[in-house]
């Protein structure tokens, strides 16, 4: 699938690489030229004709050259390592940690006329000391409330699709089920959809398939995704980490989860299991299906369709809109017909709510 944004890039190359190369080459060059200069200026004042001359002029090149070639090649990688690092961290998270250091370094700058005026060596150590202190306090006490700060954030300034650093992972089992598409254009689907490569490598796979109903629902799921871009009612991220130590692609989202902190929305009941014992929130289909429905009370009117036969003698069975079923008492003889009901009671069971009816009018 064509990804509207991919969340990480190649590990092994930096986004705008050659600028940066660019870059450090000029500054390197700077650098190393001045001291090439300050190398040659001492050595030539040491020396006469043209050998003071040669000082003057190859030191400095040669130095220039010198720091435009190894600059990239010493701190390019160091700086591949920063991103990838950077690309970890939440925006709202970053800018918390920024935050917290400047509150810190502005806390204990008041400090410092009180500090400095201590005798001896503790007036240099004491300010250098209470910087780093109130610095490093400064950022895990806003960093720790970063949940706490995104909240409020969305409350006062509310953007469509939810604050935009939430994100949502899916699993295969969310993306062929074909309901996370309709749940995203009510509008109730908070955040960024994020799709792990591995979990579009599975689809694709499925979709592949030799037996023809694991292949059409792998189509489905390539569908769906594919209405969710076209949509555009909310953003579709790929994520590119993958975890080869995994054993199998729910422990991938497990891991990918913990390392976003980001919930999972699956129907997937094994996975939701394993996801609650890890400490991962989880958003479940079935779950939130089941909580949308229309609350029924035994001695309710309404209309359904007989549909089919009931397992016992004379029962028919019809279906609300939302797929609850109705057994309706002596409804057999009512085949094919919409049907007034009474409703006589209501039971929740494991698979879901099943209804009990009999004709209106019915003794």
Known sequence: MEAR???????????????????????????????????????????????????????????????????????????????????????????????????????????????????????????????????????????????DFAQLLARHFPTRGGWPGEKVIVDTSAIIDGRIADIAQTGFLPGSVVVPRFVLDELRYIADSPDAIRRNRGRRGLDVLTRLRREGHVPVLVAEEDFPDAPDVDAKLIRLAKKLSAPILTNDFNLNRIAEVEGIRVLNLNQLANAVKVVILPGEEMEVQIVQEGKEAEQGVGFLDDGTMVVVEGGRRYLNERLPVIVTRVLQTVAGRLIFAHPKGAP
């Open 5 to 147: 944004h991919a969340m990480s890039g190649d590990s092994h190359q930096m986004r705008g690489q050659p600028f940066v190369n660019i870059l450090l080459s000029i500054l390197g060059a700077i650098f190393f030229g001045f001291i090439g200069l300050r190398v040659g200026q001492a050595l030539a004042e040491e020396a006469n004709g043209l050998l003071s001359l040669l000082y003057w002029a190859l030191f400095p090149i040669g130095f220039i050259l010198l720091g435009a070639v190894i600059t990239p090649l010493a701190l390019v990688p160091f700086l591949i390592r920063f991103q990838e690092w950077m690309q970890q961290v939440r925006p709202l998270q970053l800018v918390l940690g920024i935050l917290g250091l400047v509150a810190g370094l502005l806390a204990s700058a008041l400090l410092t006329p009180w500090l400095v005026a201590l005798p001896g060596v503790g007036g240099f150590l004491a300010p250098l000391m209470v910087s780093f202190i109130l610095g490093i306090l400064g950022v895990t006490a806003l960093v720790s409330r970063e949940e």
